[in-house]
T-cell receptor, first 110, second 116 residues
Framework: NAGVTQTPKFRILKIGQSMTLQCTQD?????MYWYRQDPGMGLKLIYYSVGAGITDKGEVPNGYNVSRSTTEDFPLRLELAAPSQTSVYFC?????????FGQGTRLTVV | AQSVTQLDSHVSVSEGTPVLLRCNYS??????LFWYVQHPNKGLQLLLKYTSAATLVKGINGFEAEFKKSETSFHLTKPSAHMSDAAEYFCVVTHVSPGGSYIPTFGRGTSLIVHP
């Protein structure tokens, strides 16, 4: 039981490039979330999903897209990377009350 | 609307002295409340959770928190700090979106510094 797995752990992008942050969970959880963490700001919700085929915007969705074709996977897409998207990204899944987090992806846009 | 306020951005203690990390929340219903810890360059680990059972919640590594509805608080305490407790701590409340979805909402975090 691996929990929530994020890949890659680190990535450097150039402005305007695109990439997909991968997130997969093996706990059969319905809820999945993407957050970004910036110093002193806590974690801000980007997108979330309540089940396969259903996604919704969080607090800071601009510049990102998601899809949820299966229960296990919830990839986050950056289409045109900008310096403001330099951050640490966390994926989480949840069933009942507790949320389980991945180890994070540190993204730098230069 | 639901929100979480962590009252201190930094808390500094000496090893062996008590720890108090403060958290206030606002919620229009009975909330689920959590404390998570994040060690440098690591992911988030659940310390403890309150889900409408006992108001005094015990967690891992000697931490505990008390839910006080009248004060809308969920402060985290530990009787004696250890050097390994130095980390970032997040208070989290799960709120319900207008569409009925459960959304964990984070405070800004409190950095705990432990001096030898």
């Amino acid at each position: 039981n691996a929990g929530v797995t994020q890949t890659p752990k680190f990535r450097i992008l150039k402005i305007g490039q695109s990439m997909t942050l991968q997130c997969t969970q093996d706990m059969n959880h319905n809820y999945m979330y993407w957050y970004r963490q910036d110093p002193g700001m806590g974690l801000k919700l980007i997108y979330y999903s309540v089940g396969a085929g259903i996604t919704d915007k969080g607090e800071v969705p601009n510049g990102y897209n998601v899809s949820r074709s299966t229960t296990e996977d919830f990839p986050l897409r950056l289409e045109l990377a900008a310096p403001s998207q330099t951050s640490v990204y966390f994926c989480a899944s949840r069933q009942n009350t507790e949320a389980f987090f991945g180890q994070g992806t540190r993204l730098t846009v230069v | 609307a639901q929100s979480v306020t962590q009252l201190d951005s930094h808390v500094s203690v000496s090893e062996g002295t008590p720890v108090l990390l403060r958290c206030n929340y606002s919620s229009s219903y009975s909330p689920s409340l959590f404390w998570y810890v994040q060690h440098p360059n690591k992911g988030l680990q659940l310390l403890l959770k309150y889900t409408s059972a006992a108001t005094l919640v015990k967690g891992i590594n000697g931490f505990e928190a008390e839910f006080k509805k009248s004060e809308t608080s969920f402060h985290l305490t530990k009787p004696s700090a250890h050097m390994s407790d130095a980390a970032e701590y997040f208070c989290v409340v799960t709120h319900v979106s207008p569409g009925g979805s459960y959304i964990p909402t984070f405070g800004r975090g409190t950095s705990l510094i432990v001096h030898p």
